[in-house]
């Protein structure tokens, strides 16, 4: 296992057919590489108590999508499909354990984009205008 430094922590959601990212301020938190075959990462993000209530309603869902900037913020941000595995109080803070794979969040996104307007009926020439829209 590898593990790094979690520079910053982005939630995506999906809000009215775009995807919103909600910041997530950190006091500290590492990202270890499984090298397990399957991509399987571990976030652990130190976060402000404030953020609880958040993070239990996120534990709900099964999956989520997480963007992580490792080591440095001058590099790319990795966006991982994820769950929460744990969260526990740590004084006034908590720390939230994800367990999740990274993708490629470009492909996704428009892959997810063009099934939508598919779906809504768009073909042809119409259909890569919206798609052009959207992005």
């Given at each position: 296992m590898k593990t790094f430094y979690l520079k910053s922590l982005r939630i995506l959601e999906d809000e009215a057919d775009s995807l919103m990212e909600k910041e997530i301020e950190l006091f500290d938190g590492l990202i270890i590489n499984r090298e397990d075959g399957e991509h399987g990462w571990v976030v652990e993000a130190y976060v402000d108590k404030e953020y609880e209530a958040y993070f239990t309603e996120l534990k709900e869902r099964s999956k989520i999508m997480i963007q992580v900037k490792i080591t440095s913020e001058?590099?790319?941000?990795?966006?991982?499909?994820?769950?929460?595995?744990?969260?526990?109080?740590?004084?006034?803070?908590?720390?939230?354990?994800?367990?999740?794979?990274?993708?490629?969040?470009?492909?996704?996104?428009?892959?997810?984009?063009?099934?939508?307007?598919?779906?809504?009926?768009?073909?042809?020439?119409?259909?890569?205008?919206?798609?052009?829209?959207?992005?």
């Amino acid at each position: 296992m590898k593990t790094f430094y979690l520079k910053s922590l982005r939630i995506l959601e999906d809000e009215a057919d775009s995807l919103m990212e909600k910041e997530i301020e950190l006091f500290d938190g590492l990202i270890i590489n499984r090298e397990d075959g399957e991509h399987g990462w571990v976030v652990e993000a130190y976060v402000d108590k404030e953020y609880e209530a958040y993070f239990t309603e996120l534990k709900e869902r099964s999956k989520i999508m997480i963007q992580v900037k490792i080591t440095s913020e001058e590099n790319d941000p990795a966006t991982l499909i994820a769950s929460i595995i744990g969260m526990n109080q740590l004084g006034k803070e908590i720390n939230v354990l994800f367990q999740g794979k990274i993708v490629d969040e470009r492909k996704e996104y428009i892959e997810k984009k063009l099934k939508e307007l598919i779906e809504r009926g768009f073909q042809g020439e119409e259909l890569l205008e919206k798609l052009k829209e959207s992005m």
